[in-house]
């Protein structure tokens, strides 16, 4: 029993590290493909609560993410949670706080940034980079069949071409890597 467990466990740490070589490649080239924050646009306002508040918002989760992508994660956390206090109503900041509390990588943080994210479904259930980056999240904490449910959902949240080939790739890590863990 106990060589079965050792095994189990190995393919489990394998694919975490799998994915976060993943994540963190894609982050050192800064690709703006649904995994890296980008800034919404004027206009993009999501058409609930205030627009003040959405626009009094935006520049703190503009600056968040400059600081998310400079790798500055506490400070990138610090100020999208500002803009969340301010405009609840936008998937994009939670999104940004999973990613750097994921990036940030303390304890209890994936855990943290999968319940950002679910918060974020609920505000855009048809958004395939939010549930993409679910997906990540609970690969990260070795729950193999919750990740593979959610790269299923992104998928059929149609994903543009590069983001399908993209999410396709880390249902195959998670696959691939919950193969390993139960030889």
Same mark, same amino acid.
């Given at each position: 029993?106990?060589?079965r467990?050792?095994?189990r466990?190995?393919?489990i740490?394998i694919l975490v590290?799998?994915i976060w070589a993943?994540?963190?490649f894609?982050?050192m080239?800064k690709?703006?493909?649904g995994?890296?924050?980008?800034t919404?646009?004027a206009?993009?306002?999501?058409?609930t609560?205030?627009?003040?508040d959405?626009n009094?918002?935006m520049?703190l989760y503009?600056?968040a993410?400059?600081e998310?992508?400079?790798?500055?994660?506490d400070?990138a956390?610090?100020?999208v949670?500002?803009?969340?206090?301010?405009?609840?109503?936008?998937?994009?900041f939670y999104n940004?706080a999973?990613?750097?509390?994921?990036h940030?990588?303390?304890? @209890?943080d #994936?855990?943290?940034?999968?319940?950002l994210?679910? /918060?974020a479904?609920?505000?855009? &259930? *048809?958004?395939? $980079?939010l549930?993409?980056?679910l997906?990540?999240?609970?690969?990260?904490e @070795?729950? #193999?069949?919750?990740?593979k449910?959610?790269f299923? /959902?992104?998928?059929q949240?149609n &994903? *543009?071409?590069e $983001?399908?080939?993209?999410?396709?790739?880390h249902l195959g890590?998670?696959?691939q890597?919950a193969?390993?863990?139960?030889?």
């Open positions: 029993m106990g060589f467990w050792m095994r466990n190995i393919g740490a590290v799998c993943f994540v963190a894609k982050m080239n690709s703006h493909d995994g890296t924050p980008t919404a646009a206009g993009d306002f999501p058409g609560g205030s627009e003040a959405w009094a918002a520049p503009k600056e993410t400059n998310y992508l400079s790798e500055h994660f400070q956390l610090q100020l949670n500002q803009a969340v206090i301010k405009y609840p109503s936008d998937s994009n940004l999973a990613l750097a509390l994921y940030r990588n303390q304890q @209890g #994936v855990l943290a940034g999968e319940g994210l679910k /918060k479904i609920a505000l855009k &259930p *048809t958004e395939a $980079k549930w993409d980056n997906g990540k999240g609970l690969a990260m @070795g729950k #193999v069949q919750d990740a449910d959610a299923e /959902k992104a998928l949240c &994903p *543009t071409p $983001k399908e080939n993209e999410i396709r790739q890590t998670v696959e890597g193969g390993t863990a139960t030889q």
